[in-house]
């Protein structure tokens, strides 16, 4: 069963850019190993909340002008 986990800050992508971001996956996984991995391909959109990850050595915050827009 193929799976990708994508983890990103909350807010960064719209319901409609997750879902896109599910449907690319699975055809990349699905062009990759054939149309039988289709109905066992898991794709998890984690969304992790501001001050919950941290990049050199600084907590990061997602700045609102870089907030998705539903």
């Known amino acids: 069963m193929p799976f990708a986990n994508f983890k990103m800050p909350r807010a960064a992508l719209s319901k409609a850019q ?3 971001l599910i449907h690319r996956t699975t055809a990349m996984f699905v062009d990759f190993f054939g149309e039988g991995v289709r109905p066992t391909t898991m794709v998890l959109v984690e969304e992790i909340a501001d001050g ?5 050595d600084e907590v990061f915050i ?4 870089f907030r998705a827009r539903e």
């Open 62 to 65: 997602v700045p609102e002008a």
């Open 18 to 20: 997750k879902e896109d």
């Open 52 to 56: 919950g990850y941290g990049r050199a």
